[in-house]
């Protein structure tokens, strides 16, 4: 299958081979790539083989298998690498850290003091701020659809969810020639 | 806080816990379960989100208003035990709710984290996963330290890792066969379908009104 991809995007030019990469997993949609300026030795990440920026562009049916994958590097770091744990680890959008514009799953193997920081300082919030977070979040979850009763229609192509217009190509090309 | 235990106790408990069966004991923690017991309601938390099989609450201490931890409603300990197909659920519930931080709560980008093992920085005996809505100069500070491999480490590590896969790839004389990838047909595409126009709220007026992936898709823009 013929990847979507996308001019100028580095992550595109690793899955179509004209950037050499120590591959550890590839099927038809998932490409799993050694990074080799990782965080720590055994540092995976985990792309679709399709241009997607974001998150939310992945179509389902890519997104479950990006994170199966994910499981399954990760188990593979458990078992070969000796690795004390694994983290599993998304940058959506620049204000969240994302450095290049496809979307990117990191799988980073961990040992104890290893430098790494994922952690957070906790805000305290009131409780009245939790609950007016909590009905604005509740109100638009609900958007999210009634998965129960999904269940039982038909299949909907993936492609046709996948579509990017040609508005957005435009702009995320211009984003990718910002990038260094 | 429950008294800490006493030496007899401490140790009448681990003679329990050595004779059970793996159902005893995944019954056993699930009682102990702090997050078990959010989904079953004998704790209370802060339900953002549920179905059948997640359950999104916000986090008591979260690193931005609006973190929220997606539970599986099944007890696992750890990913590695979760299947395929909850996996796969889970993470297109992981999509949709990030979509609705950048559209309910002016979320500017998010992360997703995972953590496995105490090393990873896990601390609930529970699989979930974070979303953490992002905004510029928040003070969240998630860097990844950039560490250049040697190419023998690079060969190695990524031959260990090849081999635990079980495949072969990269090799482009010996491309990864169908039947080692996953089946496809585990993947539970059609439970989820966008939501159509006339299922969604009505965005109230002061709301900035039709907010599309286009908008949300600037969000990657700097500056």
């Known amino acids: ?180 | 806080m429950a008294e800490p235990m006493n030496e007899e106790q401490l140790k009448a408990l681990q003679e329990k816990l050595r004779n059970m069966s793996p159902e005893e004991l995944r019954e056993f923690q699930k009682k102990q379960c702090i997050f078990c017991q959010i989904i079953s309601g004998k704790i209370q938390a802060k339900k953002i989100y549920e179905d059948d099989k997640v359950v999104g609450i916000l986090d008591i201490n979260p690193a931005n208003p609006g973190h929220t931890l997606l539970l599986t409603k099944e007890h696992y300990s750890i990913m590695p035990q979760v299947p395929d197909e909850d996996l796969s659920y889970i993470s297109m519930v992981v999509k949709s709710m990030s979509n609705s931080m950048l559209r309910s709560i002016d979320a500017q980008g998010t992360n997703v984290l995972v953590a496995n093992g105490i090393a990873a920085g896990q601390r609930a005996q529970h699989f979930m996963v974070h979303l953490i809505p992002r905004k510029e100069n928040d003070g969240v500070d998630f860097v990844l330290p950039q560490r250049a491999m040697e190419q023998n480490d690079i060969d190695a590590i990524g031959n260990k890792l090849i081999a635990a896969m079980g495949g072969a790839a990269g090799k482009e004389e010996k491309p990864v066969s169908p039947v080692q990838a996953i089946p496809i047909q585990k993947v539970k595409a059609e439970v989820m379908k966008p939501v159509s126009p006339d299922k969604r709220i009505e965005p109230k007026k002061e709301a900035k009104p039709g907010i599309n992936l286009d908008d949300i898709s600037r969000l990657l823009g700097v500056k």
């Open chain 1, 1 to 180: 299958m013929a990847a979507k991809s996308k001019q100028g995007c580095l992550v595109c030019q690793i899955v179509g081979n004209n950037i050499p990469s120590k591959k550890i997993y590839e099927d038809d949609f998932v490409l799993a790539v050694l990074d080799v300026n990782g965080a720590n030795p055994g540092h995976c990440f985990v792309i679709p083989k399709n241009h997607y920026p974001i998150l939310e562009q992945v179509p389902d049916l890519e997104i479950g298998r990006l994170f199966q994958v994910s499981n399954r590097v990760s188990s593979a770091i458990f078992e070969s690498l000796g690795a004390q744990g694994t983290n599993i680890f998304v940058a959506n959008g620049t204000p969240a850290g994302q450095t290049v514009a496809h979307f990117t799953i990191n799988v980073i193997p961990r040992k104890e003091n290893d430098g790494i920081n994922l952690q957070w300082q906790p805000r305290q919030l009131s409780e009245e701020e939790m609950s007016t977070i909590e009905l604005k979040l509740r109100d638009q979850a609900k958007n999210i659809g009634d998965f129960k009763r999904e269940e039982k229609k038909p299949k909907i192509a993936a492609e046709k969810q996948a579509s990017i217009s040609e508005e957005e190509e435009e702009y995320f090309s211009r984003q990718l020639r910002r990038l260094p």
